[in-house]
Each structure stands twice: as structure tokens, then as C-alpha cells.
């Protein structure tokens, strides 16, 4: 691909995939010599930190199988991640909130897959809840695929008028 290409299409975003990777991966290394798994460190009435070792899916789905799902999700989220990048690849780089949509997404997702594959379980470590209502632990990378998710739909809202509009050119 020419460096040309790189500077107009969506793939010039993929920098801030890679700060939300390592942003990720800094903040787990930190949890993990930090915390003692399962045990609360209370920071306020609604937030705790702590360590979590996720084997299923988003709100521990299929956490309790006998280890397939480690390579069924793993596979299913770097075949996402590859389409993800192919729509990055031909959007413009000028279609911000589509390009930081994705980007926050594949940052995110490659986060929890390199954990996924290689730990076999992925590291959540933040907690919030209100007395005693929690909601699933999570990471900085769920966080970025959460926010990402939102962009995306942000994006679907704002420019909903210019999809139709270059469906009838």
C-alpha cells in the first residue's frame, strides 16, 4: 500500500488502535502486580478495583465451559477485526467519527484477543456499583470497544443525511 493511500484513507487512524493496545495492556501489567485476584480494593461507595480473570465472553458469557470458547471467541474477534479494518481501509480520513469509531473498537478488541490467546482468560480489574447492584467487571479495553460502539453510533445519527444522500447519486 502506498504511504499516499495511508494519508487519505481511514488507516491513518490506526495509531490511536495502537495507544488504546498498549494503554490496555499498561493498565492490566498494572492490576496484575497490583491486586490480589478476587479481592476488592475499595476506592468510593461506587468503584472498586478488582482482579478478574474473564475465560467467556462480554458479562462472562460461556465462562464455564471447558475451554473451546478460548478459540471459538478468539477466532470470531480477529475475523471481526479484519473486516473492521477493511472498512477502515476504504473510508476517507476525513469521516472522523467513523475512523475513531473503528479504531477505538479494533484497539479494544485486540487488547482482549492478546490476553484471550495467550493467558486464556482475559484481565478485568474495574468494578462499579451502587450498594449492592454490580455491574460485570471490566477493562480499559472494553471501555474503548464501548466507547468506539457509541462513536459508530454517533456517527449512523450525524451523517444519516449524507447515506442517503449518496445512495440516490
Known amino acids: ?10 488507516l491513518w487512524w490506526l495509531g490511536l488502535s495502537a495507544i488504546v493496545f498498549a494503554l490496555d495492556q499498561w493498565t492490566k501489567s ?18 472498586n478495583w478488582t482482579l478478574m480473570h474473564n ?3 462480554a458479562f462472562s458469557l460461556l465462562a464455564n465451559q471447558s475451554g473451546w470458547q478460548r478459540w ?4 470470531i474477534a480477529i475475523v471481526i477485526v479484519c473486516i473492521l479494518l477493511v472498512w477502515l481501509k476504504k473510508n476517507k480520513i476525513s469521516q472522523k467519527l467513523l475512523n475513531l469509531g473503528l479504531v477505538m473498537v479494533i484497539g ?10 495467550v493467558l486464556g482468560y482475559v484481565i478485568d480489574f474495574i468494578e462499579v ?7 460485570p467487571s471490566f477493562n480499559v479495553a472494553d471501555t474503548a470497544i464501548s466507547l468506539g460502539a457509541f462513536f ?9 443525511d449524507d447515506e442517503s444522500q449518496s445512495g440516490k447519486s
Open 72 to 75: 471459538a471467541i478468539g477466532l
Open 129 to 135: 456499583h451502587y450498594n449492592d447492584y454490580f455491574w
Open 152 to 160: 459508530l453510533i454517533l456517527d449512523l445519527i450525524i451523517n444519516k
Open 30 to 47: 498494572i492490576a496484575t502486580q497490583s491486586l490480589k485476584l478476587y479481592e476488592a480494593v475499595v476506592v468510593n461507595d461506587y468503584f
Open 55 to 57: 475465560k467467556g465472553m
Open 1 to 10: 500500500m502506498s504511504d499516499n493511500h495511508l494519508q487519505k484513507s481511514g
Open 108 to 117: 479494544g478488541a485486540l487488547g482482549n484477543i492478546y490476553d484471550r490467546m
